[in-house]
């Protein structure tokens, strides 16, 4: 089977990885890739935001399966145009209406609403409701969240400490502080608790649920700073036992997947759960209509089944009929990142000691090949990724392989998983 996964980041590295193990890949293409997906199969040079030259390049190499990472292409149609123009083609996304579920955070918002799913209080604003938000925000409990509507790269969601920044940042929200994205801004109680993620496949009727991780996306150690896009993950979560993923089965998972059904908006692909423990009570602060990241790079290690087996049957609606194998060890993925980053940095940094990785692998995020060299392309480089016979052992590799990479400005937290 000819594959192309369309994406070029540390998610996508990680199911390229996974994806390449399969005897049932017979080619695979990532577009457009990086240097770490070029070592397990051929990058092309293809914008994820070009619809018409990926249907063109898919009709071209005769590809049979496509797998969607980022939410961008997903939110803007992706899946949509191809079910029309290659509609013999398998993809693994969901249409426009499905990806609502991440593009605006007030559908999802609603959509909990409507179907009962456990999530913070709420209220939506815009710019003509200005005067209404602030009025609204002066009668919350500190702290409190607001959040931008639309997709702003995971640094959209602002928790003020008093009522007074609140107001400044909900004025600067409307006003374009995120761009389109926070023309409408979502206010919410703040949830008091521990966060973890769960993902599932669906194929829009069942569902099968894929290794549980936690991510960290605060920039300084302590979760203190700048929100990123994640700088480690870890997996599994010792706190999530079977009696909390049952209240999340019965109460989250099935709510959504009949809650789409219901809706018919058409969903054949990864959901992310962005939860949160509050007093051993599972709430939703948001969904992804893809893969997490960095999550992905310590979920795909654990998972023994065969990746492409499940694509195909989320894509031919047979989900029900496939079991999930889980890795019992536990992985842990520690993200280098560049200088200065989740602000300005410099790209074009050489990478050294970028040797094989005998406790685990490298996956590469914002990572491009120059001139013979492995060089910096991005904010968030590399993930290092480890398995350990627990958590303390995981990152310990984790870290120590960490150390051992180099390049100018290179940063990462050494304290990955330090509240379990």
């Known amino acids: 089977m000819k594959i192309l996964i369309i994406g070029s980041g540390g998610r996508e590295h990680a199911l390229a990885w996974k994806i390449s193990q399969s005897p049932k890949c017979s080619a695979l293409y990532?577009?457009?890739?990086?240097?770490?997906?070029?070592?397990?199969?051929?990058?092309?040079?293809?914008?994820v935001g070009d619809f018409d030259a990926a249907t063109a390049f898919i009709r071209e190499n005769n590809i049979e399966l496509?797998?969607?990472?980022?939410?961008?292409?997903?939110?803007?149609?992706?899946?949509?145009?191809?079910?029309?123009?290659?509609?013999?083609?398998?993809?693994?996304?969901?249409?426009?209406?499905?990806?609502?579920?991440?593009?605006?955070k007030a559908f999802s918002k609603a959509f909990m609403a409507r179907h009962d799913i456990p999530t913070?209080?709420?209220?939506?604003?815009?710019?003509?409701?200005?005067?209404?938000?602030?009025?609204?925000?002066?009668?919350?409990?500190v702290p409190i969240v607001l959040k931008a509507d639309g997709l702003a790269a995971g640094k959209g969601v602002i928790i003020s400490q008093t009522h007074e920044e609140a107001s400044e940042e909900f004025r600067q929200m409307l006003s374009g502080k995120f761009g389109?994205?926070?023309?409408?801004?979502?206010?919410?109680?703040?949830?008091?608790?521990?966060?973890?993620?769960?993902?599932?496949?669906?194929?829009?009727?069942?569902y099968q649920i894929l290794p549980v991780?936690?991510?960290?996306?605060?920039?300084?150690?302590?979760?203190?700073?700048?929100n990123t896009g994640g700088m480690g993950s870890v997996s599994p979560v010792p706190f999530v036992d079977s009696a909390l993923m049952d209240k999340v089965k019965t109460r989250i998972i099935q709510p959504t997947i009949k809650g789409l059904a219901k809706e018919k908006l058409e969903y054949k692909g990864f959901i992310f759960f962005g939860l949160i423990r509050v007093d051993n009570e599972p709430y939703v602060i948001e969904y992804n209509c893809r893969m997490g990241d960095p999550e992905t790079?310590?979920?795909?290690?654990?998972?023994?089944?065969?990746?492409?087996?499940?694509?195909i049957a989320?894509?031919?609606?047979t989900l029900a009929s496939e079991q999930v194998k889980l890795d019992a060890r536990t992985v842990a993925s520690v993200v280098l990142v560049s200088g200065g980053y989740p602000g300005s940095?410099?790209?074009?940094?050489?990478?050294?000691?970028?040797?094989?990785?005998?406790?685990?692998?490298?996956?590469?995020?914002?990572?491009?090949?120059?001139?013979?060299?492995?060089?910096?392309?991005?904010?968030?480089?590399?993930?290092?990724?480890?398995f350990g016979t627990d958590l303390q052992d995981a990152l310990k590799k984790s870290n120590s392989k960490a150390e051992e990479i180099q390049f100018e400005g290179k940063y990462f937290r050494r304290d990955i998983g330090f509240d379990l």
Do not use: W
């Open 297 to 311: 790079q310590s979920v795909m290690p654990r998972l023994q089944n065969d990746l492409v087996q499940l694509c």
């Open 120 to 141: 913070a209080a709420y209220a939506e604003f815009t710019t003509a409701d200005l005067e209404k938000g602030l009025s609204y925000i002066k009668t919350q409990p």
């Open 66 to 104: 496509v797998i969607v990472g980022p939410e961008v292409p997903l939110v803007e149609g992706i899946v949509d145009h191809l079910n029309r123009e290659v509609p013999s083609v398998l993809v693994v996304g969901p249409t426009a209406a499905g990806a609502q579920l991440e593009g605006s």
């Open 314 to 317: 989320t894509c031919k609606g």
């Open 213 to 226: 991780a936690k991510d960290y996306k605060r920039i300084g150690e302590g979760d203190q700073g700048l």
């Open 180 to 206: 389109e994205a926070s023309s409408t801004v979502v206010i919410e109680s703040f949830l008091d608790g521990i966060e973890f993620s769960v993902f599932v496949l669906t194929d829009g009727t069942d």
């Open 345 to 386: 940095y410099a790209k074009g940094k050489v990478i050294s000691d970028l040797t094989d990785h005998a406790d685990g692998m490298i996956f590469h995020a914002g990572t491009k090949s120059r001139d013979g060299d492995v060089v910096t392309n991005g904010g968030r480089v590399l993930a290092v990724t480890s």
């Open 30 to 47: 990532i577009a457009p890739g990086n240097a770490g997906t070029s070592q397990v199969g051929q990058n092309v040079s293809l914008d």
